[in-house]
């Protein structure tokens, strides 16, 4: 399986919606699901959207203690009114990091790898990537969502203003 070519921020893919996949089990879905989550892991990265390999279609893969899972035509909402701010980067503007308030807990929906209905919930960092990558989808970039610049940098000059890296 190849690694595929990340988008970085600046190209259009990025900033346009995707489209819904019709057929999440046609061969050429299952190769993309399957490339994408092998350059994740070559690119050490916890999430990644079609939209970042050039491909505009409404899927994301993510890792968490599970290992890679899937999410096609993915729906979120919050749950709550409870927010956090955390540092965020992405594959797409490396180098980089920011402070991003999104909501803590969130229920979602979609279709998995074999195109059955699946949902739940989730908190803390899985809710994070979830929203990180939907943002994708809908042609939104982390620094699109943030408050306050000043807390967006370079990660090697923010880990050194704070003496330790940002997460």
């Known amino acids: 399986m190849p690694i595929l070519k990340i988008a970085r921020m600046g190209h259009p893919v990025l900033l346009r919606e ?3 996949v019709d057929d999440p089990t046609h061969p050429e879905i ?16 916890i999430g990644l959207a079609a939209p970042q390999v050039h491909v505009p279609l409404r899927l994301f893969v993510w890792r968490d203690a599970a290992g890679a899972s899937v999410l096609v035509n993915p729906e979120l909402a919050p749950l709550g009114e409870e927010t956090e701010s955390a540092w965020e980067g992405c594959l797409s503007i490396p180098g980089l990091r920011g402070s991003v ?19 739940g919930e989730a908190e803390g960092i899985t809710a994070r990537v979830m929203q990180h990558e939907t943002d994708h989808l809908d042609g939104i970039l982390y620094p699109m969502r943030m408050e306050d610049h000043s807390l967006f940098g370079f990660t090697e000059e923010l880990a050194r203003a704070a003496g330790s890296a940002p997460r």
């Open 18 to 20: 995707a489209e819904p």
């Open 30 to 45: 299952r190769r993309l699901i399957a490339d994408m989550v092998e350059t994740m892991q070559d690119s050490a990265g």
């Open 101 to 119: 308030r999104r909501p803590r807990r969130i229920r979602w929906r979609g279709l998995d790898a074999e195109g059955n209905p699946v949902e």
